[in-house]
């Protein structure tokens, strides 16, 4: 055997022994993780603040509830917050951004059809009387009136079907993949959702839809009717925002015996980056509060 088929012999052997080596290093790897802020790390998914977890759920009575950083982007603290579950009027908050998106005359003289008397929340309004478009988007979003967001939906002249598919289009821009809408008002237990992806829809609206902040941040909302001249005021069905023991600036609730109590919040001031979602809360006063204490929680 020459020289040169020893040498490439001896050259093989040690390129196959450091091959080994490598993949055994491969193997026996730990995964690489991602750093996030807190000094916490995670292997995969959404941006999440690693101090949350060491938050005390127990606290929290109601099945699903999350805290949400909309300018980080990041979840602060979550109880089930992955959870599809109905979200009843919620639901009005897309309504709404789909009929500001086709643009509403906001002077446009509106009814209400008797078939659209359904159950939950409702304005009355006698023979005779019609209000404004700007009065039923009003009653819709703070008075949670299921008559009134049917009727403003139906003269902005969409049918139901194509007005529902936009929404449900709407929900897949904005990334809410465990969102689904089946109509307009909340009625229907088919429309469900997740607490992370409530406040990230609440946040969008809030945010990019300054009409539906300040519907959803006031006290009261009065118009007078149209016909009769009689006044009528709506109050805030979040009562926290009706006596101010919570400033917002953006609110809506939600109830269906199937869903429970449901409540999104974005704060203001200094809170107003936060954005506090419960669903299935077993009482109306219990979803105001751990509602107040997500909005305030001190998270490192």
């Not at 908050?93 to 008797?114: E, F, V, Y």
């Not at 529902?164 to 469900?192: C, I, P, S, W, Y």
Request: hydrophobic share 40%; aromatic share 8%; proline share 2%.
């Amino acid at each position: 055997m020459n020289r040169i088929t020893v040498f490439l012999i001896l050259v093989c052997a040690g390129l196959s022994l450091s091959l080994g080596v490598v993949v055994s290093r491969i193997i026996h790897a730990q995964p690489a993780s991602m750093p996030l802020s807190g000094g916490g790390n995670i292997q995969l998914g959404l941006s999440y603040d690693a101090q949350s977890k060491t938050q005390d759920s127990s606290a929290i009575q109601s099945s699903s509830a999350l805290l949400y950083d909309g300018d980080a982007q990041m979840i602060l603290f979550q109880k089930n917050g992955f959870e599809r579950r109905p979200l009843a009027s919620i639901t009005k908050l897309m309504t709404a951004m789909i009929a500001l998106d086709h643009g509403i005359s906001w002077n446009q003289d509106a009814n209400i059809l008797p078939s659209e008397y359904v159950e939950g929340g409702e304005l009355i309004l006698n023979p005779g009387e019609t209000v404004t478009m700007k009065d039923l988007f009003n009653a819709s979003l703070l008075g949670s009136a299921n008559n009134a967001t049917m009727a403003y939906v139906r003269q902005l002249g969409i049918s139901k079907e194509d007005f529902v598919q936009e929404m449900n289009r709407k929900a897949v821009e904005l990334r809410l993949e465990q969102t689904e809408f089946h109509d307009v008002t909340g009625l229907g237990v088919q429309n469900v959702s997740t607490a992370y992806e409530i406040a990230v829809m609440a946040n969008y609206a809030f945010t990019h839809y300054p009409e539906i902040a300040q519907a959803t941040s006031q006290k009261e909302y009065s118009f007078i009717v149209r016909g009769t001249h009689r006044e009528h005021t709506i109050r805030n069905t979040n009562k926290y925002v009706q006596t101010e023991k919570m400033n917002v600036t953006g609110s809506k609730t939600g109830f269906l015996y199937e869903a429970g109590y449901c409540l999104v919040v974005q704060g203001a001031d200094a809170l107003k980056n936060r954005v506090a979602v419960i669903m299935n809360s077993p009482g109306e006063e219990t979803q105001f509060i751990e509602t107040k204490r997500l909005l305030t929680m001190q998270v490192k």
